[in-house]
Nanobody
Framework: QVQLVESGGGLVQAGDSLRLSCAAS????????MGWFRQLPGKEREFVAAISWSGANTYYQDSVKGRFTISGDNAKNTVYLQMNSLNPEDTAVYYCAASPLPAGASGTRYPYWGQGTQVTVSS
């Protein structure tokens, strides 16, 4: 059974950085696409970034390009989201997701989800 466990969220000030982690277990993720999504207060869940498990391909939402970086550590079965220059508009619950197929930005293509971690950015 696939399990995804996020960690690293917290309360920070505008301009600060955070690194989210997603520990994956339950099977081999060698061919998987791993994604980060977020749900802002009162809004629908939105795509943030995705990476093929090989690391060869990465995708980002336009609003986070240049500030966020997605990466993976195959040996640790962990995917990271480095978030720099955070602003209050980044306040959300961040979710890790996994798909056995190329999935890109479409949340419906990810069958596996973590429980989420809260990120709050104060101004």
């Amino acid at each position: 059974q696939v399990q995804l466990v996020e960690s690293g969220g917290g309360l920070v000030q505008a301009g600060d950085s955070l690194r989210l982690s997603c520990a994956a277990s339950g099977r081999s993720f060698r061919s998987y696409t791993m994604g980060w999504f977020r749900q802002l207060p009162g809004k629908e869940r939105e795509f943030v970034a995705a990476i093929s498990w090989s690391g060869a391909n990465t995708y980002y939402q336009d609003s986070v390009k240049g500030r966020f970086t997605i990466s993976g550590d195959n040996a640790k079965n962990t995917v990271y989201l480095q978030m720099n220059s955070l602003n209050p508009e980044d306040t959300a619950v961040y979710y890790c997701a996994a798909s056995p197929l190329p999935a890109g930005a479409s949340g419906t293509r990810y069958p596996y989800w973590g429980q989420g971690t809260q990120v709050t950015v104060s101004s």
